[in-house]
């Protein structure tokens, strides 16, 4: 059987999901506009912002292919420091999207800050994406970072289409599934109201997922970041083009009782099934 693990937070969180277009290839303004979003989530109270996947370059895989030094953030590297020091300065976790130069090569990141301003952590996208997989690493390991008690699971865009992505998360004792992304005009915008929503059902789950908006990368993108509450429905979005932070908390007893009242987690965990079930194939006598 699959363990399950699984504890309470006490206190309601109050979280940030913020969008915004990027300028393609520039870090610096990039940041700037982080530490904007940051500011904004710190003034109305979040303690913790989420902003969209690669954002700190933009979608922009072909410049980052031609100059990974330039359009990738290395190790200690100091353009990140407005974003730490807005951190410090606000109190407050960001989560933010860039590309990274890992040891392994280059990777689709969620860096994650806390309220010392210190990175200290990394979420490294897993499910690339079939244009992506030609240049980017996939990273191998989950991440969950804590935050007042919450254990808040992470995932870049491509991850949240795999069911077992979020429900790993959900195992492991995530009481939340953060999702930074580029979802663009047309199937994206179809994809999200999807896969959301029952991700969040599922596993009894909150899942934020922040989107960009404006063009990036070739891509029009749909904006419409959003937070949906652990039995699907969607409780806090934003426009389709606009610049915009949305904040909104996430209640641990409605947590608590969508889980004993929805017990598909718990139900998958102790009674039937595992992650990795054998298969058995059926031979007919004709």
């Known amino acids: 059987m699959c363990a399950y693990r699984h504890t309470w937070p006490v206190n309601k969180l109050k979280v940030a999901v913020a969008q915004a277009e990027p300028v393609?290839?520039?870090i610096p303004a990039n940041v700037q506009q982080s530490v904007s979003l940051i500011e904004r989530a710190a003034e109305w109270g979040a303690k913790v912002i989420l902003l969209p996947e690669k954002f700190l370059s933009g979608y922009e895989p072909a410049l980052i292919q031609a100059d990974p030094a330039r359009y990738a953030i290395g190790a200690d590297d100091q353009r990140l420091k407005p974003i730490a020091e807005a951190c410090r300065q606000a109190g407050i976790f960001a989560i933010i999207g860039a590309?990274?130069?890992?040891?392994?090569?280059?990777c689709i990141t969620s860096l994650c800050f806390n309220p010392e301003g210190e990175l200290?952590?990394?979420y490294h996208k897993r499910a690339l994406f079939s244009s992506e997989a030609e240049f980017f690493q996939p990273g191998q390991q989950a991440v969950a970072i804590e935050v007042e008690g919450w254990s808040l699971g992470l995932a870049i865009c491509y991850d949240s289409g795999f069911a077992e992505h979020a429900r790993a998360a959900a195992l492991s004792g995530c009481h939340a599934y953060l999702v930074s992304a580029l979802f663009s005009c047309g199937n994206g915008y179809h994809?999200?109201?999807?896969?959301?929503?029952a991700r969040a059902l599922d596993n009894t789950l909150y899942v934020l997922m922040s989107?960009?908006?404006?063009?990036t990368g070739g891509w029009q993108a749909c904006g419409g970041s959003a937070v949906w509450d652990p039995y699907g429905?969607?409780?806090?979005?934003?426009?389709?083009?606009?610049?915009?932070?949305?904040v909104t908390e996430l209640d641990p007893a409605f947590l608590r009782d969508m889980r004993g009242r929805e017990s598909m987690l718990s139900d998958f965990a102790e009674r039937y099934f595992t992650l990795a079930d054998p298969v058995s194939l059926a031979q007919s006598s004709s």
Request: net charge negative.
């Open 211 to 215: 989107n960009h908006v404006g063009r």
């Open 120 to 122: 200290f952590a990394r």
């Open 191 to 197: 994809e999200s109201r999807i896969w959301m929503p």
């Open 99 to 106: 590309a990274t130069c890992e040891d392994t090569g280059v």
């Open 24 to 26: 393609a290839g520039d």
């Open 233 to 246: 429905k969607l409780i806090a979005e934003a426009s389709a083009e606009d610049t915009e932070v949305i």
